[in-house]
């Protein structure tokens, strides 16, 4: 069974930049990451993934401002967002998948943290 804890989230004003953590518990290196994002009264949207065969990918709308890294030494996987803006808050979710290629949709991912909260301010 994988567990995952996201960290990082809060408050920031336009233009800043905050990193978000996932600790994983279970097979973290035979796992594919994920980060994803949902916003109040909006579906969760696919941000950035780090596949095992192709390695990072991303939204194209998230890509100029998003990197997603992993550490497996750490087994954790991070988010570090610059440049924010108040439409990037929501809550944002880790995932895993056991997929080698998960891709973009949220079916393709089998396990989920709880999420975190980011909010940023103009």
């Known amino acids: 069974q994988v567990q995952l804890v996201e960290s990082g989230g809060g408050l920031v004003q336009a233009g800043g930049s905050l990193r978000l953590s996932c600790a994983a518990s279970?097979?973290?290196?035979?796992?594919?990451m994920g980060w994803f994002r949902q916003a109040p009264g909006k579906e969760r949207e696919f941000i950035a993934a780090?596949?095992?065969?192709?390695?990072?990918y991303y939204a194209d709308s998230l890509k100029d401002r998003f990197t997603i890294s992993r550490d497996n030494a750490k087994n954790t996987v991070y988010l570090q967002m610059n440049s924010l803006k108040p439409e990037d808050t929501a809550v944002y979710y880790c995932?895993?998948?056991?997929?080698?290629?998960?891709?973009?949709?949220?079916?393709?991912?089998?396990?989920w943290g709880q999420g975190t909260q980011v909010t940023v301010s103009s």
């Open positions: 995932a895993a998948a056991s997929a080698v290629v998960p891709g973009t949709e949220i079916g393709s991912f089998d396990y």
């Open positions: 279970g097979p973290f290196s035979s796992l594919s």
């Open positions: 780090f596949s095992r065969i192709i390695g990072t």
